[in-house]
T-cell receptor, first 116, second 113 residues
């Protein structure tokens, strides 16, 4: 039973446009969410996180939006660059409900291709 | 600052053998977690260590074990290897305080034949 779902296995975007990656979760105790990106033959790299007390967090070209009522979060990349082409993973934890940041539940990833 | 270092990068083992993987966390990080990545199941949590104690364990059989040393370095061991254990094993470290993200190594690719 997948608690974190990324329903789009792949996404293709033109350079300079916005990339929107989506993630849904089922566990209402999740209170900390993260996005990682992964290049082939490398480990996942932390991008951005958001606590459940917020609905938006920005870091440069990356913005994460959280809609708790819909149990949905999204990652916006603006503008998209060819170097952003990678697999993006959404992850969640329940820090205030017996969880820890070491125990993350990951989605299965979305492969983003940014075309020049 | 050096990142998380995992050794070896690649391993080929035979069914029934055992294997030990090693992880050196980022300097100053005292928490180490291990994950298994497979094409079918994605990234799955194995266990988490802090101050040489296992803090959390995922839903894996007892053949999977780990430990952490006083210098925060960690090892994981898989005994009686099965074909299904073929995977990328990722180690991650963090500061073990609220909202401190995990930083991953590049993994050990284990192939069981």
């Amino acid at each position: 039973d997948q608690q974190v779902k990324q329903n789009s296995p792949s996404l293709s975007v033109q350079e300079g446009r916005i990339s929107i990656l989506n993630c849904d979760y089922t566990n209402s105790m999740f209170d900390y969410f993260l996005w990682y990106k992964k290049y082939p033959a490398e480990g996942p790299t932390f991008l951005i996180s958001i606590s459940s007390i917020k609905d938006k967090n920005e870091d440069g070209r990356f913005t994460v939006f959280l809609n708790k009522s819909a149990k949905h979060l999204s990652l916006h990349i603006v503008p998209s660059q060819p170097g952003d082409s990678a697999v993006y993973f959404c992850a969640a934890s329940h820090l205030n409900y017996g969880g820890s940041q070491g125990n993350l539940i990951f989605g299965k990833g979305t492969k983003l291709s940014v075309k020049p | 600052k050096a990142g998380v270092t995992q050794t070896p990068r690649y391993l080929i083992k035979t069914r029934g053998q055992q294997v030990t993987l090693s992880c050196s966390p980022i300097s100053g990080h005292r928490s180490v977690s291990w994950y298994q990545q497979t094409p079918g199941q994605g990234l799955q949590f194995l266990f988490e260590y802090f101050s040489e104690t296992q803090r959390n364990k995922g839903n894996f059989p007892g053949r999977f074990s780990g430990r952490q040393f006083s210098n925060s370095r960690s090892e994981m061991n898989v005994s009686t290897l099965e074909l299904g254990d073929s995977a990328l094993y990722l180690c991650a470290s963090s500061l073990y305080r609220g909202n401190s993200p995990l930083h991953f190594g590049n993994g050990t690719r284990l192939t069981v034949t």
